[in-house]
């Protein structure tokens, strides 16, 4: 995976649980095994093979490092083989190539907000300053959400950061895109997200936001051009 496609993997809800149960199983792994190789906790580790828990893109990487396996056999069918591969060493250890920190283009951020679901947004002006994370949509270079009328978001107005990013910790890198603009109501039918991207609770649509975008900047780290980047 590199930098390019961090964060563009989503997992298959129907495979994944007995993928991984079974390349466990296959390993003579248990469940605490899996949390110490990938650092994560054996309960989040147990709720992703019993299928109540989604990983991210980041996450679903680390296990399939620990199950020795690639990211594409986990979400295989069930009948498939598995890639047996050496795991790479854990994050610090490995003597890869140097990272640098770069800007990235307008271009580049508008792309990775369109790869993302999840964002944060802060509010800048209130008695109470927040950051909670929320499902969105990009309408044009403006941010969309919708929540229910009676949760802090639906109060959200004037001035707001909003952030999303994408860190793959095993390989060293990641980027961010950061928006400065303003939240305001959005009370038109050809803004409201569709069924499929609208708030994940589904009594969490009542009202909708728009963040009208002012200023949009990101950054990325990757391996340094010329030690073996991809």
Not at 179 to 205: K, Q
Request: with cysteine.
């Amino acid at each position: 995976m590199t930098e390019e496609t961090a964060g563009t993997v989503r997992p298959s809800v129907d495979a994944l649980p007995g993928r991984l149960a079974a390349r466990r199983r296959e390993l003579g792994l248990s469940v605490a095994d899996i949390a110490r190789r990938t650092g994560l906790p054996g309960t989040w580790v147990s709720s992703v093979e019993s299928g109540s828990t989604a990983p991210s893109a980041p996450a679903l990487s680390r296990l399939a490092d620990a199950l020795e396996t690639t990211v594409d056999d986990l979400l295989s069918a069930p009948s498939a083989g598995f890639t047996h591969r050496v795991p790479p060493r854990p994050p610090g250890q490995d003597p890869g190539p140097g990272r640098e920190l770069v800007e990235m283009t307008d271009e580049e951020c508008q792309a990775h907000l369109l790869l993302q679901l999840v964002g944060r947004i802060a509010a800048l002006d209130g008695p109470d300053p927040f950051v909670l994370p929320v499902n969105y949509v990009m309408l044009g270079r403006d941010v969309i959400f919708c929540t229910a009328a009676d949760s802090v978001l639906a109060r959200v107005e004037g001035p707001v950061l909003f952030e999303v990013d994408d860190i793959v910790d095993a390989a060293r890198i990641g980027w961010s895109v950061l928006i400065r603009g303003t939240a305001e109501r959005d009370s038109d039918p050809a803004d409201v997200p569709s069924a499929a991207e609208a708030p994940w609770p589904a009594d969490r649509r009542d009202v909708c936001i728009r963040i009208r975008a002012e200023h949009v900047t990101g950054r990325r780290v990757r391996p340094r051009v010329g030690e073996g980047a991809g």
